[in-house]
């Protein structure tokens, strides 16, 4: 579904990420991980098209996104539910009107609106509080409410930011059962963290970045079933050359 293919991205003097390369199938869950500053938040920014990399091909279902013209971004957002760690909720609106707010920005018709919301917040738990205004919620439902409004354009991908980092375990497993819930229902993950005991406790294929630059990659599902030919293709990359070399010769 989409695959970086040797990005890298600086800020002036600062790499920020440099000779990123992997892949996500559709329906995979994944996590981004590595410490603060190794450049995941780049990466997710990347596949939002909130940053254009300095070199590299970001492919999304086929299309190097790098390559959108700007008129086209706001329609190719569409396809993306973001989930950070702040939530970004609206605290002088209902929960309701905090996951309309998603769908003021697509071209669903209004009518639909009402279907659509009440869906996700059946989904997510929420049904019982769509009136209620973010004050009047728990942490967790604030959260909720966010990962609601991420789902009612009904995206292919989601993109989590750290989404446990300001939460206790309680709240913390019930946002991972949710975002495993979502997973099954069709929907690709994608979660930068660096919360070990997540990673360790809701085990997913990891990406591992450092200091912008990959420090580990578990191969996605498909390359897994046909290890040598992949291997043999990186391994052996010096050969057509030898070969041009000896039919020159
Ligand atoms: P992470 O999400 O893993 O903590 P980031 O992707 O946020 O890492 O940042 C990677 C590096 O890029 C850091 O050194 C950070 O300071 C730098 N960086 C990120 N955004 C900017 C920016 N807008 N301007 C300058 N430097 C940035």
Redesign the pocket.
Known sequence: MIKFKNVSKS??N?K?LEGISFEVEKGEFVYIT?P???????ILKLILRELQPNSGEIVLDGVDITKLADEQVPFYRQKIGVIFQDFKILTERTVRENVEVALAVTNVPQEEWAGRVNQVLKLVGLSERATLFPNQLSGGEIQRTAIARALVVNPKLILADEPTGNLDWETADALMDLLEKINKEGKTVIM?THNEMVVEKYKKRVIKVKE?KMASKEKAPHMEKEPKKEENKEENEEKPKLKVKVEEV
């Open positions: 800020f002036g600062i920020a590595g603060s500053g190794a450049g995941k938040t780049t930068a912008g």
